[in-house]
């Protein structure tokens, strides 16, 4: 079912509601905002928990394990902690800016989940463009934390947002072609309809390549390890939030997790077939992959070092973006030349054309250097 | 078209994540290149060289537990035989091969902190650090089964130990010592061969081999810049010259190198430990010396190699009980003098990689 944008006819929008969802558009609207949100903060506790769980044993060490059991308490105490805290503006601040910072970077970062589908058209806008919206959306949380760097007026935020603008803008342009590969096969723009497209081959199989590059671009977005130079802790003690403390640190917290709730909800429904799956319904199996998402992102984040900042651009400009190119135009001319083809085989042909060129690519790239004369 | 641009300054520090303590760099940046720094030390300045004057050679060990704290062992160590060689106590041969055991664990779990740190600087979220840290919480173990303590030791006295080995102690460390290996070489596998790491470190603040011995480096800062020098090879004291053991020497001085001598000392450390349990001799562990030693007047100076390079003592007597001059060679200190030349026209990001690679003890630096 395609639906018109939000708004622009709520009449036929209400019509087109499946049966067993409230009934009139307001109602829909209500429901689902407050949905998203509840689930957002919760998914979002949960997560802070679980990377904290999670990464100690990776590091041989308990993690929190104090507050509740399993510790899962901890997230709650920290959010108290941070109501509590008090709430600082540098003396030099612009204060305007300061303050909307947080707002402006949330803002962007809860919209992407307005078109994300939990079960068969379970979600809030059925957008018949709702790729573009996410990436359109999700660029813009780079304003804020642009503003939070700039109107800290601290040397150390300046310079974490300035590799924000740099590394977020870079990584935006592979990431875009890689899920261009996805639309070409599934054909639709929508996120429901992707999804469908996905009833018996999930596309991380159609488009192994795809899902490499869209999963290294989404963790630079996100600025997580190895690409978290953003608030790189060893350099620049915080990046961008360096002067922020209580609720307007919690918000840029928010803002990181959403993103990264994000970014392992759009490539759950992308690439790792959705909601679709056997036994369970299908909400859990959503939830179940976003986790698994997720836990490979800390997984990460527990085993690499960071890369420099000329070489996560490198990386971008010189590694992921031919690879991107080359994906779409190969995915291009397969559907072109072979239309009918079953998913799977183009599956195979993709796995050993992503092995060929990885393998190929990672001879001829290489990253070095990096002394300037003075 | 060229870009009016400024330089603009950034002070990292003295409270700083990776500036271990307290240590303060005023870099002048172009955008993301140093373009200049200035280092500022000596906020952990406690003036212990003066101190030192005031109080009797015994109790000025507990100095030199907290220089480097965390190789309090060869300090200890250095500081005993500058004093043994001032007043000419010699020291019974089953103290000495205690005395290299410990020195050579100290060594381990110094370059085990060493490397943890240098990954976190690289920012790999404390999952080095606390694999590291395992390691060298069994070493810590053992030193706690000795003397005690975990991190200031004061082991060692003046012609001796302050107590001879505990029964269990041996077996203990029979059983670290055939892990460790196997240890070792998992950081090896996990380290060295990540390509995040390579990029990040190789060739990144050379010390070249000229600058290096210029500036009097020591230690794996030296022996990465492609210098053979050990002492306890070139000059062996204690019992080192009954031991089989290599340095590595690393080529270009990179802080890839600096890392890599270091991890390859840790499988040397483990050899001569294995060779001194083996020729472990009974007896005593505490020569006859004077409670309250007065060693005649003269001078003397004594520099052994510590996990970050030649640690040193020199030391004047005037025959009284206090020490007329009280000084010592501080091998982080040294080192740390090349960072502004290594560190000149590469990115902020790398400048925590070089500094953390020099891998220095502000406690030593500061004194």
């Known amino acids: 079912m395609t639906m018109p944008l939000i708004g622009s006819d709520a009449l036929s929008y209400a019509e087109a509601l499946p049966p067993d969802w409230p009934g009139s558009f307001w109602a829909h609207i209500f429901f689902w905002v407050i949905l998203l949100i509840l689930f957002i903060t919760v998914i979002v506790l949960l997560f802070t928990w679980l990377e904290r769980r999670w990464l100690g044993r990776l590091q041989i060490r308990p993690g929190p394990n104090r507050a509740g059991p399993f510790g899962l308490l901890q997230p709650i105490a920290d959010v108290f902690k941070l109501l509590l805290k008090e709430d600082i503006v540098p003396d030099k601040a612009d204060k305007w800016v300061h303050w909307l910072a947080p707002v402006v970077a949330l803002a962007p970062a809860l919209l992407v989940f307005a078109v994300i589908p939990f079960q068969d058209g379970a979600l809030l806008a059925d957008l018949n463009i709702g790729i573009l919206f996410i990436l359109a959306v999700s660029s813009m949380v780079v304003i804020g934390v642009f503003m939070a760097g700039w109107g800290s007026s601290n040397k150390y935020s300046l310079l974490g947002a300035m590799r924000t603008i740099a590394q977020e803008i870079s990584y935006e342009i592979p990431l875009v072609l890689s899920i261009v590969g996805v639309i070409i096969i599934s054909g639709t723009l929508s996120l429901n309809e992707m999804v469908k497209a996905q009833q018996d081959v999930a596309f991380i199989f159609v488009q192994p390549l795809g899902f490499i590059i869209y999963i290294t671009a989404a963790l630079a977005e996100v600025a997580r390890t190895p690409f978290d130079l953003i608030e790189a802790d060893s350099e620049l003690v915080a990046g961008f939030h360096t002067e922020y403390s209580g609720m307007k640190f919690a918000l840029f917290f928010l803002v990181e997790y959403a993103e990264t709730l994000a970014v392992a909800a759009i490539a759950t429904t992308l690439f790792l077939g959705g909601w679709q799956g056997p036994f369970l319904p299908p909400w859990m199996w959503f939830i179940i992959k976003l986790f698994a998402v997720f836990m490979f992102i800390i997984w990460v984040r527990g085993t690499l070092p960071r890369l420099r900042i000329d070489q996560v651009m490198g990386f971008a400009w010189k590694f992921l973006l031919p690879l991107a190119l080359i994906n779409v135009v190969i995915t291009g001319v397969e559907v072109l030349a072979w239309p009918d083809a079953p998913l799977l085989a183009l599956g195979i042909i993709n796995l050993v054309v992503a092995a060929v060129l990885v393998l190929l690519m990672s001879k001829l790239f290489k990253l070095g250097g990096g002394r300037v004369p003075v | ?367």
């Open chain 2, 1 to 367: 078209m060229a870009f009016k641009t400024e330089h603009f300054m950034l002070n990292v520090g003295p409270q700083h994540p990776s500036t271990h303590g307290v240590f303060r760099m005023r870099f002048t940046l172009d955008g993301e290149v140093i373009v200049d720094l200035e280092p500022i030390f000596g906020y952990l300045h406690r003036g212990i060289e003066k101190l030192a004057e005031d109080r009797t050679y015994t109790q000025n060990i507990p100095f030199t537990d907290r220089l480097d704290y965390l190789a309090s062992m060869t300090s200890n160590q250095a500081y005993c035989m500058a004093v043994e060689k001032l007043a000419g106590i010699t020291v019974p041969e089953r103290a000495e091969y205690i005395r290299v055991i410990m020195s050579e664990l100290q060594r381990i779990a110094s370059h085990l902190a060493g490397i943890g740190f240098f990954l976190q600087d690289l920012g790999a979220f404390m999952t080095p650090l606390l694999y590291m840290f395992r390691e060298r919480e069994k070493i810590v173990d053992l030193f706690d089964m000795v003397c005690g303590q975990r991190l200031n030791y004061n082991y060692l006295r003046f012609g001796g130990l302050s107590q001879d080995i505990p029964p269990e102690f041996i077996p203990a460390l029979k059983k670290l010592v055939n892990a460790l290996p196997g240890f070792i070489d998992e950081y090896d596998r996990l380290i060295s061969e990540n390509e995040v790491f390579l990029v990040r470190t190789k060739g990144v603040g050379i010390l070249s081999r000229e600058m290096a011995i210029s500036s009097a480096a020591a230690g794996p800062v030296l022996r990465g810049s492609d210098v053979n020098w050990d002492i306890r090879k070139s000059n062996p004291y204690s019992v080192y010259d009954r031991f089989e053991f290599d340095i590595p020497v690393a080529k270009t001085g990179d802080s890839f190198d600096r890392y890599w001598v270091r991890l390859q000392e840790m499988r040397q450390s483990v050899r001569i430990i294995e060779q001194a349990i083996e020729q472990l001799p009974e007896g005593d562990v505490q020569a006859k010396v004077s409670r309250l030693l007065k060693p005649p007047a003269g001078d003397a100076y004594v520099s052994i190699e510590g996990p970050k390079g030649e640690i040193g003592f020199y030391l004047v007597s005037d025959g009284s009980v206090k020490p007329y001059r009280w000084r010592v060679r501080p091998p982080c200190f040294i080192n740390l003098t090349t960072l502004r030349d290594i560190i000149i026209g590469w990115k902020v990001a790398d400048a925590m990689v070089i500094f953390g690679s020099i891998d220095i003890v502000l406690g030593e630096v500061d004194r």
